[in-house]
């Protein structure tokens, strides 16, 4: 009778181990799950055609924690490690940083994460802007302001200095002028610079070599010019290129910057 009885026990222990055993191998392993929750749609979504003004708002806030709390900071913070590079440079570095922010906001809302992309997520964003009310507009300008002033502070240790929109006008409008003078020093250092690029080559890349050296050409100006509204210096550069973004819906300085 023993030996029956545990013969009894042993076949339903073995029966158990199995079952048990059956439902350990037929539950879902977590590297698969993963794998599964990772892989793209077959389908792709198409790019969105607006953002909502509670949307503007979530895209505006994560790009501020990005650049506060995240990699984003970070970069900057190389960037005031190395203070003995031109200031041109530096500047161009952080807005490679910022745009980098915007792209991977805007590639989680839809957006492609390219030039493009970004493009149409500020697009947007300026159209929900200008359709929110006086209380979320506002909101949507604080998360501006304070993202410039995160830029300036951890890239450079500056401060904002606002500027008037008379000045900015003003400013704007010369640098334009100098821009148009192909016959000044302007004219005849740029004129200069592009012959000496390289001829043949990749497309994109001449074109890239072009406007870097169109960029690197107005930011001369830009720091000639810069003294005479009270921006002089490295710092007065930078925070000039701030003072002037606070103005780009004038119409005034939109044109005379575009001209």
Known sequence: MLRSAALRIHQFHQCGGARA???LATRPRAPLLLRSLSSPVDAPLPPPADLS?????STSRIVLDFVRLGVSGR??????????????ERWTTA????????????AAFGYAATAEGVMAYRQHLAVAARGAGPE?????KTYDREVWSEVLMR????????MDAATARSFAGKVAAAASDATGALGDSLT????ALPAGGDDQARAQAVLGVVQRAMATVQTELASDVGYAGDDGYVQLQVALIDHMADPAVMHA???
């Open 21 to 23: 055993s059956l439902r």
């Open 257 to 259: 910057t575009q001209a």
């Open 192 to 195: 200069a610079d592009l012959a």
């Open 95 to 106: 807005m490679q940083v910022l745009v980098a922010a915007q792209a991977h906001v805007a």
């Open 155 to 162: 890239g450079f240790a500056l401060a904002p200095r606002p």
């Open 136 to 140: 979320k507009l506002e909101e949507l």
């Open 75 to 88: 970069r900057l913070d190389v960037i005031a490690n190395h203070a003995s590079q031109p200031v041109q």
């Open 53 to 57: 003004v509670e949307q503007a708002l």
